[in-house]
């Protein structure tokens, strides 16, 4: 099995720790590790190092490969231009199809936190044997949802298959992409019928990029010709002229959403798993209950509940009296708010562009 693990995001909703230069993907948020790190020694015992790939923006070069020096050189993709996750899942598709059409292919992402090691490595095991035995075309990895998240997507599952060592199988029906705050909640009390989709699945690189070919017809051309020059002296000028001009649009929008529920099924177990791309993602992936402070560093907190302060300073960073409040301190930027102002975030971050601030962006 072929692994690609997808490390380009910004990440703004982690600002100031997450920022244009250093996305929190490269950053230690939890661990002495950064979370790309952690995500290939999650793998580092399901496949070899030569079956795994990494894609990211080719301005992060530098930092990937110092991080992975372990990943062989040639299977690293590098976006020369961001174009959304649509393109670039796309783009490793048509790659690995071209040397291996019908292998196994999982895709991963390199921000999240995986708790429940040995569920996550059977579930990826599960998928693999549906996709290799031929059962199956696609298989999504789901997670048990905790709360009516509005920033994922939602998976609704089709008749139960199979249970074997706490992984459920599922048939499927649709995915719904970021519902709308009402449907997030129906979702999740209806917890029996939707479950969290991580972004996580395994398919093989010929069924994939037939779907491109039905969705996306324009997107298909342009990473066919993309495709032609993969190994040849000519790739990085063609990769450069037509990767850019491909529609910015999510994979979501782009095929999951119009997936027909012949031949795609759901693995359902408890990975214990969050995206970490929010603080207050974070505050819920790392405290045992509501009630519990999360800290980082150097950090004081009295009489407080339910609020993360995390200080990336030499500082004491002190607090009295806080209720579900975010304290993050940077080298240069301080930044306080309300847990429930967390969403703000992103559209702060926006306003600074084109200010005597923007570097901190």
């Not at 795994?52 to 299977?75: A, D, F, M, W």
């Not at 649509?86 to 390199?110: H, Q, T, V």
């Not at 996709?131 to 998976?155: E, T, Y």
């Not at 929008?253 to 795609?264: F, N, P, R």
């Amino acid at each position: 099995m072929k692994v690609v693990v997808f490390a380009g995001g910004v990440g703004t909703r982690l600002w100031p720790l997450s920022r244009k230069n250093t996305p929190k993907q490269f950053e230690k948020i939890i661990g002495d590790k950064s979370t790309l790190q952690q995500t290939i020694d999650r793998l580092s015992s399901v496949v070899g190092t030569s079956d795994i790939y990494i894609s990211t923006g080719k301005h992060y070069e530098e930092t990937v490969r110092g991080q992975l020096p372990q990943i062989p050189q040639e299977n690293f993709i590098f976006e020369p231009q961001m174009r959304d996750v649509g393109p670039a899942i796309g783009l490793a598709a048509f790659l690995l199809e071209k040397r291996y059409p019908n292998e196994p292919m999982a895709i991963l992402w390199s921000d999240h936190y995986v708790k429940n090691l040995e569920s996550f490595k059977k579930a990826l095991a599960m998928a693999q044997d549906i996709i290799s035995a031929k059962r199956g075309n696609f298989v999504f990895l789901g997670q048990k949802p905790r709360f009516a998240n509005q920033n994922i997507g939602w998976i609704e599952l089709g008749e139960k298959i199979d249970e074997k060592e706490q992984l459920s199988l599922y048939g499927f029906r649709h995915l719904k992409y970021r519902p709308k705050p009402s449907d997030a909640v129906s979702f999740f009390q209806n917890s029996g019928t939707y479950i969290w989709n991580l972004g996580y699945f395994v398919t093989t690189p010929r069924f994939l990029i037939h779907q491109f070919g039905m969705y996306v017809p324009e997107m298909y051309a342009s990473l066919r010709k993309i495709q032609s020059g993969w190994g040849t002296e000519s790739f990085e000028k063609i990769l450069g002229e037509i990767y850019p001009t491909l529609e910015k649009i999510s994979f979501d929008d782009a095929i999951l959403e119009k997936l027909t529920s012949e031949g795609v099924f759901v693995v359902a177990a408890d990975l214990q798993w969050s995206d970490v791309g929010a603080w207050e993602a974070l505050k819920e992936a790392l405290s045992q209950t509501d009630d519990e402070n999360v800290t980082r560093g150097k950090v004081m907190l009295e009489d407080s509940r339910d609020s993360l302060a995390f200080n990336y300073t030499n500082q004491l960073c002190v607090g009295i009296d806080l209720s579900q409040m975010l304290i993050v301190s940077t080298e240069d930027v301080i930044l306080v708010c309300p847990k429930t102002s967390v969403p703000k975030i992103k559209k702060l971050v926006e306003k600074l562009s084109g200010t005597p601030n923007e570097h901190l962006t």
